[in-house]
Nanobody, 129 residues
Framework: QVQLVESGGGLVQAGGSLRLSCAAVGGMFSLYNMGWFRQAPGKEREFVAA????????YYADSVKGRFTISRDNAKNTVYLQMNSLKPEDTATYYC??????????????????????WGRGAQVTVSS
């Protein structure tokens, strides 16, 4: 069984920064691509960013490109999301997730929720204007 535990959320003013962490317990973390999604109240869950199992490739939603950075430390079984220049529209619950299969080819399909099976409980990020 795999558990994903997010941390680092909070309240920040527009223009500020936060870093989310997601620690994985169980499973072979270093073999799987990882992703971050978010969901705002009344809206569907949307893709934010993904990173290849090796850390060698990343993919971002257009809405966060240039402001957010996804990274991972396979030795610590942890994936990160550094969020800079935050905007009120970034307010949401942020979820960490792991792909269904290991060693998957990394492409734009990483933006599809169907690619993932294990999900964390989420971390709340609130950006005030």
């Amino acid at each position: 069984q795999v558990q994903l535990v997010e941390s680092g959320g909070g309240l920040v003013q527009a223009g500020g920064s936060l870093r989310l962490s997601c620690a994985a317990v169980g499973g072979m973390f270093s073999l799987y691509n990882m992703g971050w999604f978010r969901q705002a109240p009344g809206k569907e869950r949307e893709f934010v960013a993904a990173i290849k199992w090796s850390g060698g490739s990343t993919y971002y939603a257009d809405s966060v490109k240039g402001r957010f950075t996804i990274s991972r430390d396979n030795a610590k079984n942890t994936v990160y999301l550094q969020m800079n220049s935050l905007k009120p529209e970034d307010t949401a619950t942020y979820y960490c997730t792991r792909t269904r299969t290991s060693g998957t080819y990394f492409d734009t399909q990483q933006s599809s929720p169907g690619m993932y099976d294990y999900w964390g409980r989420g971390a709340q990020v609130t950006v005030s204007s």
